[in-house]
């Protein structure tokens, strides 16, 4: 097999189970998150985030701003804190970082994997490569995620791993009252997994195949071990209207009744519910479309009102494989020094972004952690 050995250059390959090449589609990029204080930024990461303190204050999102823009790419702010570039296209990303790329001499190999790795007595490493050539090289980042135990260079060179598994996703639900309601948003709605401690707020959506949006991803974020452990089978209770309570419900249909009693329920929308969402849950209550304000008894109310604030819908299942945004679990914490983003292991080893047990929630956070951990280690690397 042929050996070639890469130097001065810097080289960058994908893993045979994983890539390490960030793949933007012709959409918009979410570069990084406006929240420029190190510890608010870290409760974002549902693992990892108390490590990534210390990294957050030597190069954060004002630091990955600066980058970008001293490179000609500007970016926005959104009123949820997420940043893109003025331009809303990812292309502009891509441009910027292989237009670096190409400034820093770092020669990119595509469609090749690496099959292995190996530490020579004398200090660096041998790679195998996919396509059956070897190469050397001093140092060695590791940069990718999802990579399964049996084929992870880091595991044969002496790591350990947390199995990855999937984070990000959407829901499944297989109630076609929901389906039918495709398209249709509110924000905000409480979800939450009965007996456990998962609960998030904020925008849901209503897709054809169940429920999505950020506040199904965050749970999903926060909870993916533990739904993984259920086999993504699982309750899911749905909060329509999380700022109002129970009680007020109740006193407010008891209002509709003396002030709206000639009304049906169907033709008087509840705010801020959509009408077809509004729709499905009187239904859902066991009441009729003809049901008027005036007819409506304390059973059916307090039904109105479970649906309202408490429906249950089961989960069957999560986004598609290979669908999901993210991946949780990779190379154990303790197992790198966070100020080189060395391996404490492996001298010459480096780790960044998803390689490590760290993940984010939707927003920017883990483009943060991976422009973070990628500096300090390219740092690290360069002055080895």
Not at 49 to 65: C, Q
Not at 137 to 145: E, I, P, Q, V
Not at 156 to 173: I, N, R
Not at 365 to 370: E, G, L, M, R, S
Request: aromatic letters at 6%; proline letters at 6%; charged letters at 20%.
């Amino acid at each position: 097999m042929p050996k070639t050995r890469l130097m001065p250059h810097k080289l960058m390959v994908e893993s045979e189970s994983s890539l390490s090449v960030v793949v933007l589609q012709d959409c918009r990029c979410n570069v990084t998150q406006a929240c420029f204080d190190a510890r608010e930024l870290s409760t974002r990461y549902p693992r990892g985030g108390r490590a990534l303190i210390g990294p957050l204050t030597r190069f954060g999102p004002a630091d990955t701003i600066d980058w970008f823009e001293s490179r000609g790419v500007k970016l926005k702010t959104e009123p949820d804190g997420r940043m893109f570039p003025v331009t809303d296209s990812s292309q502009t990303i891509i441009d910027c970082l292989m237009s670096a790329a190409r400034k820093g001499r770092v020669l990119v190999l595509t469609e090749t994997g690496l099959k292995s790795a190996h530490q020579r007595e004398s200090g660096g490493f041998d790679l195998t490569l996919t396509n059956g050539s070897t190469l050397e090289c001093d140092r060695l980042l590791w940069a990718g995620g999802g990579c399964k135990t049996e084929s992870h260079p880091a595991v044969q060179l002496g790591h350990t791993l947390a199995a990855p598994v999937p984070s990000l996703f959407t829901f499944h639900v297989n109630s076609p009252w929901l389906r039918e309601l495709a398209g249709v948003s509110l924000d905000p709605v409480q979800v939450s997994v009965p007996e456990t401690e998962l609960k998030q707020t904020g925008p849901v959506l209503c897709t054809h195949v169940g429920l999505s949006g950020p506040a199904i991803l965050r749970l999903s974020a926060w909870g993916a071990r533990k739904l993984h452990d259920k086999g993504y089978r699982f309750d899911l209770q749905i909060n329509w209207l999380p700022k109002t309570s129970p009680e007020s419900l109740l006193a407010e249909m008891q209002s509709r009744r003396e002030t709206s009693g000639g009304q049906t329920l169907l033709r008087s929308r509840w705010n801020p519910l959509p009408a077809r969402l509004w729709e499905q849950l009187i239904g859902q209550a066991g009441i009729s479309d003809d049901t008027r304000w005036a007819k409506l008894s304390r059973p059916s109310a307090l039904a109105l009102v479970k649906a309202l604030s408490c429906t249950t819908v089961n989960v069957t299942g999560k986004s598609m494989n290979k669908e999901e945004f993210v991946t949780c679990g990779g190379i154990p914490l303790p197992e790198v020094d966070f100020k080189t983003m060395e391996s404490r292991l492996v001298p010459g080893l480096y780790f960044a972004g998803e390689a490590l047990d760290i993940d984010g929630i939707t927003g920017g956070y883990n483009f943060q952690n991976a422009w973070t951990t990628g500096w300090i280690a390219g740092q690290a690397m360069a002055t080895r």
